[in-house]
């Protein structure tokens, strides 16, 4: 049984936040966009996240049909992950995330941007 072995609420946005829960799920979704990566690569990538945390995360993406994982019949074994055509449609999500961020958020906490 899988984590999305239930029904997804039906409001687009809590469904978006349901699959991209907490910020490792969209940084994974991030690091992907320029194109495939070895899960090394993209542990290198996210400092701080665990193995543990990583393969549950892209496993959740590969059930929800943004990411694939490809295996490579090699020695030693070589996996790598993709996003999907879903998946790279984030891009737009992302880019207009960071484009508000960059223009509203302040850089440090306790400082409003006027």
């Known amino acids: 049984m899988s984590d999305l072995d239930h ?38 990538g996210l400092p701080g996240i665990s193995p543990k945390t ?16 490809t295996a490579y019949a090699e020695v ?12 790279a449609r984030l891009r737009k999500v992302l880019d207009t995330m960071a484009e508000w961020a960059e223009r509203d958020l302040p850089v440090r906490l306790g400082t409003v941007r006027r």
């Open 7 to 44: 029904d997804l609420p039906e409001c687009g946005v809590a469904r978006f936040l349901a699959v991209l829960e907490g910020p490792w799920a969209t940084l994974i979704v991030r690091d992907l966009l320029p194109g495939p990566k070895r899960f090394t690569e993209l542990r290198a």
């Open 54 to 69: 990583l393969s549950a995360r892209l496993r959740r993406l590969e059930e929800t049909g943004l990411v694939t994982r």
């Open 76 to 87: 030693p074994p070589r996996v790598e992950y993709e996003l999907t055509e879903a998946g």
